[in-house]
């Protein structure tokens, strides 16, 4: 089973709201990540979580805060965010071996973020 | 220098043609690359992965130069049901979990 499920598929928020968007993952993979995506753009990476420390952080901005309950979930945290916030949002998960080889990503079907 | 670099096409094809993108990264010292398929409004799905020259299933054959450091995807007999985004990914060199993602490449398959 390679599935990684994502809730809620859509959401629509204003600016002064906190919300959260849920990951889960049960593969056993070690390796979690958020990404977010715009139209015609590929995949850019926020967050990732390797044994469910926060090993890469690509300089997002506090307005987002990942975190990792256990090795199967993820959240991403969010609160004051701008209308340019809105976006797919993209987990992924990978086994994360500690090797470079067989580390293959899998996505999770994404949220569609609105904020107005 | 970008670290994955990709014809973004659109690549525009009758059905039953043979279409080919490439994909071209910067660091020699990566290890594996891997071949993803994106629909519109939908996630990236895994179609390859290539960790020696190169990989082969049913019509989609992707293959790798290191001496080039170069990345191919090739699709063979195209159906209606290939069109989509096609997502060069490399994985890092440094740690198994830095993913460079390719600008993509969009291909249409007409009937």
């Known amino acids: 089973d390679t599935e990684v499920t994502q809730t809620p598929k859509h959401l629509v928020m204003g600016m002064t709201n906190k919300k959260s968007l849920k990951c889960e993952q049960h593969?056993?993979?070690?390796?979690m990540y958020w990404y977010k995506q715009k139209a015609k753009k590929p995949p850019e990476l926020m967050f990732v979580?390797?044994?469910?420390?926060?090993?890469i952080n690509e300089s997002v901005p506090s307005r987002f805060s990942p975190e990792c309950p256990n090795s199967s979930l993820l959240n991403l945290h969010l609160h004051a965010l701008q209308p340019e916030d809105s976006a797919l949002y993209l987990c992924?998960?990978?086994?994360?071996?500690?090797?470079?080889?067989?580390?293959?990503?899998?996505f999770g079907p994404g949220t569609r973020l609105t904020v107005l | 220098r970008k670290e994955v670099e990709q014809d973004p096409g659109p690549f525009n094809v009758p059905e039953g043609a043979t279409v080919a993108f490439n994909c071209t990264y910067s660091?020699?010292?990566?290890?594996?690359f891997f071949w993803y398929r994106q629909d519109c409004r939908k996630e990236p799905k895994l179609l390859m992965s290539?960790?020696?020259s190169g990989n082969e299933d049913g019509r989609f054959t992707a293959q790798l130069n290191r001496a080039s450091q170069y990345i191919s995807l090739l699709i063979r007999d195209s159906k209606l049901s290939d069109s989509a985004t096609y997502l060069c990914?490399?994985?890092?060199?440094?740690?198994?979990?830095?993913?460079?993602f390719g600008t993509g490449t969009s291909l249409t398959v007409i009937p």
């Open positions: 979580y390797s044994y469910e420390k926060l090993s």
């Open positions: 990914v490399v994985n890092g060199r440094n740690t198994g979990n830095q993913f460079y």
């Open positions: 992924a998960s990978s086994q994360d071996m500690g090797t470079v080889l067989y580390n293959e990503q899998f």
């Open positions: 660091n020699s010292a990566s290890q594996s």
């Open positions: 290539v960790y020696s």
């Open positions: 593969m056993g993979h070690r390796a």
